[in-house]
C-alpha cells in the first residue's frame, strides 16, 4: 500500500511528517511517494491507501491550494468515494472556503468542507486539546494564527472535552466528509495517539500492532491525565 | 504633550534606577517597562546617538551584538546598548534611559541594539537604525514563531526604509527580507564538511523565492544554509560584498574577501556558527567605517563567552553541561550534530523540558520530531537517560530514531535519573538542558559530580 505525502517541500511544519515516519514503522511493508507543487496528485490516478497533507507557511498555503485547485471536482469525488485523506494543521483551511487575515493574506479555498480560516497573524492561538472520537480520548495541540468560521453543523472529526474546536469556540473539531479525516491538531498527531493510529490502521485494512506500542501507549496515558487536570488550563 | 508625557516618564523611569540598585533589582527591564507604561510612544521621543546599528535574527545576534560592542568600545566609542537587559520593547526602552541625561539628551555617540524579530512592531517605528543586521532565520519557538518564513514578513513589514541591511547570503530565508532596502551581504564560500543534500529534518528553503521550482544546493552547511540555485529560473543566493573563504579550523584562519581584495583574519572560534558571526561583525564594522587592520586588531583582545556549555572532569567523567534550547528543534539539531562530530563514548541525560509549562499547562512536543534525535543513534552514544515531564515524550522520539530499547532509561525525577547514569571513567556525560531549566540542571550536576568523588558509576 501507499502512502502520498502532498508538497511536503513546503508542508512541513510542526513535526507533521513525523505521523508519515510513524505509519511507515508501524507497517513497514508501506510505500511512502511524495508530490511536489508542479505535479498531479498521484491518488487522483493511481491506488493510494491513505493522502497526507501538513501544515504550511503563508506562502505554502497559496502555492498548495492553487497546485490543487485544477483538480477540485476530482478530488472532492475521490473523498467522496472513500478515498482516505489526513490533512493536519493549517491544511485544512486549504480545503474550507478560504482563507483571509488580518495582514491581507486572501485564498480561495477548495471549498471541501465549509466555512473560512480567520487569522489574526500577531495574535497567535495556542493551546492543548482533549477530546472524544468514537470510544477513544484523543490529545493535541493548536497552534494557529486563527480558527475556521462559519462551517455551521458539518460533520467534526473530533469533539472538544478541554480545549476549542475548529471555530475557536465550539466543541466541533475538524471534519469528516466521505475518506477525509481532517483537524486543525498541528504536530505528530498519530505518535501522540496510539487508540486513534490502530483505527486508522484498521481502516486502512492493515495489522494495528503500532510500533514501540508500550512507550507510545505509556506517553499517551500520562497526558490524558495531565490534560485532565483541572489545575491545567488548556490555553497557553 | 507627547514630549511633556516622554520628559515624565523619563524622570520617573530614571528615578527608579537608584531604588532598583538599593533593593538589588537592578538589571531589569523595570525603567524602560515603567516608561513604556507612563508613556507607550516613549521610543519616539527618546534622543538618538548620531549612529545606530540593530542586530536581529533567530542565532547569534547576543554574540554578534556583543563583539561589536567589545571592539567598538575599545576604540573610544560611547556607547547605548541593552546588553544589561532584554532584547524586547522593554529592553531597549530601558537602554535608551541609561543611555540619557535628564534633560532627554543622549550621552553616546553610538547605539549597538539587539532586538527581538517578533519585538520589530513594537520598536522599528519609533527606532530607525542606520544599519540593521540579520543573523539568519531558523525555526524557534512553535508557538511564539511560528516559522521562519512570518518572521521574515515581520521584519519587511517593520524595517524602516531607510535602515540599510547586513545580511547573510548563505540564508535565503533572510536574505530576501525588506527587498525595497538597500544591502549588502556577507557569506562563507566551501567549508571542510559541507554537503549538498540536507541531512537534516528541518530544511525549510527547498524552493525558488521567486518560482516555487526546486533550489539545488552547490554546497550546504547545514539545514538550509548555504549556496542555493533554482534548477528552473536560474535564481541565485546573492554574491557576496563580504566573503569568508579558506577557512581552516586547524590552523585558525581564514580569508576574505572584499571588493576583489583578500585580508587575512585569525579565527577567535572554531565553531561554525561562530565563524559566521565573526564574519557578520566584519561586515558590520566595515559598514561602521572600520579598516580591516582595525577589526583585526578589535578580534585580538574580543573573546566569544561559551555560555551554553561548560566541561567539567570529576572522577574520569567529563561533565558536559550544554545547553540545548527547548521547544527549539534547532539549537537541538545543532548541539546533536557537535555531539555525534565529538570522539569518545557519551552518555546523555535528556532533560529539555520546558519547565515553566510543566504544572500549570503541557509542553507541546511537537518540535521533537523536527529534531535530528537521529543524529543521536550511533555506537558511541552507549546510554540516554530520559528524565523530566516529558521523560516519556524523549523515549518514545528516540525509539523513532532508531535507538535500541536497551541504551534508553526514563526516570522522571531527574537527580535519580542521575544515579541512573553509567558513569565509567573515560565516559563524556551531557546533561542537556533547557533555557528555564538551568537551575535545576546544575542541582542535578552538583548531585552527579557528589556520586562521581564517592566513586563507582550506577548500581
Redesign the interface.
Known amino acids: 500500500m501507499k502512502i502520498e505525502v502532498l508538497f511536503s517541500e513546503v508542508c512541513n511544519l510542526y513535526g507533521d511528517l513525523a505521523n508519515v515516519r510513524y505509519l511507515k514503522a508501524c507497517c513497514p511493508q508501506l510505500t511512502i511517494v511524495e508530490t511536489d507543487l508542479h505535479t498531479k496528485p498521484r491518488f487522483l490516478s493511481e491506488d493510494i491507501g491513505l493522502v497526507f497533507m501538513g501544515s504550511t507557511t503563508e506562502q505554502g498555503l497559496k502555492l498548495a491550494t492553487e497546485a490543487l485547485m485544477p483538480w477540485r471536482e476530482e478530488i472532492a469525488a475521490k473523498i467522496d468515494a472513500g478515498q482516505r485523506f489526513l490533512a493536519v494543521g493549517n491544511a485544512v483551511d486549504m480545503l474550507t472556503e478560504g482563507i483571509r487575515s488580518d495582514s491581507g493574506l486572501a485564498i480561495t479555498g477548495l471549498g471541501l468542507v465549509p466555512g473560512q480560516a480567520k487569522y489574526r497573524m500577531m495574535q497567535r492561538h495556542n493551546s492543548f486539546f482533549l477530546g472524544t472520537f468514537a470510544d477513544m480520548e484523543i490529545v493535541g495541540f493548536k497552534s494557529l494564527f486563527g480558527h475556521i468560521q462559519g462551517a455551521g453543523d458539518a460533520e467534526a472529526w473530533f469533539r472538544a472535552v478541554r480545549g476549542v474546536g475548529r471555530d475557536g469556540a465550539t466543541a466541533a473539531e475538524g471534519f469528516r466528509r466521505g475518506g477525509l479525516m481532517a483537524t486543525s491538531l498541528i504536530g505528530p498527531l498519530l505518535i501522540l495517539n496510539p487508540p486513534l493510529t490502530k483505527w486508522l490502521l484498521r481502516r486502512l485494512g492493515l495489522d494495528d500492532t503500532l510500533a514501540f506500542e508500550d512507550a507510545a501507549m505509556d506517553s499517551y496515558r500520562k497526558r490524558v491525565a495531565e490534560f485532565h487536570e483541572e489545575s491545567r488550563g488548556w490555553k497557553y | 504633550m507627547g514630549k511633556a508625557r516622554f520628559l515624565l516618564a523619563l524622570w520617573a523611569a530614571k528615578l527608579s534606577i537608584p531604588a532598583l540598585k538599593i533593593t538589588h533589582h537592578n538589571g531589569t527591564d523595570f525603567p524602560g517597562a515603567l516608561a513604556l507604561k507612563l508613556c507607550p510612544d516613549f521610543l519616539r521621543y527618546v534622543p538618538r546617538p548620531p549612529k545606530m546599528i540593530a542586530v536581529t535574527g533567530t542565532n547569534g545576534k547576543t554574540t554578534v551584538a556583543n563583539m561589536l560592542e567589545d571592539i567598538l568600545e575599545r576604540r573610544g566609542h560611547r556607547l547605548l546598548t541593552n546588553r544589561a537587559g532584554s532584547n524586547i520593547a522593554s529592553g531597549v526602552s530601558t537602554a535608551f534611559i541609561y543611555g540619557s541625561d535628564l534633560l532627554g539628551r543622549t550621552k553616546c555617540d553610538m547605539a549597538v541594539l539587539e532586538i527581538d524579530e517578533r519585538s520589530a512592531?513594537r520598536i522599528y517605528p519609533y527606532v530607525k537604525p542606520d544599519y540593521i543586521v540579520v543573523t539568519n532565520l531558523f525555526r524557534d519557538s512553535?508557538?511564539?514563531n511560528?516559522?521562519p518564513?512570518?518572521i521574515a514578513?515581520i521584519l519587511t513589514?517593520n524595517f524602516p526604509r531607510e535602515s540599510k541591511l547586513i545580511l547573510n547570503a548563505d540564508d535565503l530565508i533572510s536574505a530576501t527580507v525588506a527587498p525595497e532596502n538597500d544591502r549588502v551581504y556577507f557569506a562563507i564560500g566551501p567549508m571542510e564538511g559541507d554537503v549538498q543534500e540536507c541531512e537534516n529534518?528541518l530544511?525549510d528553503m527547498?524552493?525558488c523565492p521567486r518560482c516555487?521550482?526546486?533550489l539545488r544546493y552547490d554546497y550546504r552547511r547545514y539545514h538550509h544554509i548555504g549556496h542555493a540555485v533554482c534548477e528552473s529560473c536560474g535564481f541565485a543566493s546573492p554574491a557576496a560584498d563580504y566573503f569568508a573563504h579558506d577557512v581552516d579550523v586547524a590552523s585558525g584562519t581564514m580569508a576574505l574577501t572584499e571588493a576583489g581584495q583578500d585580508y587575512d583574519y585569525r579565527l577567535i572560534a572554531d565553531g561554525v556558527h561562530n565563524i559566521y558571526n565573526m564574519v557578520t561583525v566584519i561586515a558590520a564594522l566595515r559598514q561602521l567605517g572600520l579598516t580591516h587592520e582595525e577589526i583585526r586588531e578589535g578580534f585580538d583582545h574580543t573573546a566569544i563567552l561559551s555560555t551554553r556549555l561548560s566541561r567539567e572532569t570529576v572522577g574520569g567523567v567529563d561533565i558536559i553541561m550544554q545547553m540545548s534550547k527547548d521547544k527549539n528543534?534547532l539549537a537541538c539539531s545543532r548541539n546533536f550534530d557537535a555531539i555525534r562530530h565529538t570522539a569518545g563514548d557519551k552518555e546523555l541525560l535528556v532533560m529539555m523540558n520546558c519547565m515553566g509549562?510543566a504544572?500549570?499547562?503541557?509542553e507541546?512536543?511537537?518540535?521533537?520530531?523536527?529534531t535530528d534525535f537521529e543524529f543521536l543513534n550511533r555506537d558511541d552514544v552507549v546510554q540516554l537517560v530520559c528524565a523530566g515531564p516529558r521523560a516519556?515524550?524523549y523515549?518514545?522520539r528516540l525509539?523513532?530514531a532508531g535507538i535500541p530499547?536497551e541504551k534508553i532509561t526514563v526516570e522522571e525525577d531527574e537527580f535519580r535519573a542521575a544515579e541512573r547514569l553509567q558513569r565509567k571513567p573515560g565516559h563524556q556525560v551531557y546533561i542537556l538542558y533547557g533555557v528555564d531549566g538551568m537551575p535545576l540542571a546544575f542541582r542535578v550536576k552538583a548531585h552527579l559530580k557528589n556520586l562521581l568523588e564517592k566513586g563507582g558509576g550506577a548500581a
Open positions: 512592531p512553535i508557538m511564539r511560528a516559522h518564513g512570518y514578513d513589514a529534518l530544511n527547498r524552493i516555487a521550482g526546486k528543534a509549562v504544572k500549570n499547562w503541557s507541546n512536543p511537537s518540535w521533537m520530531y523536527d516519556r515524550d523515549k518514545l525509539l523513532l530499547e
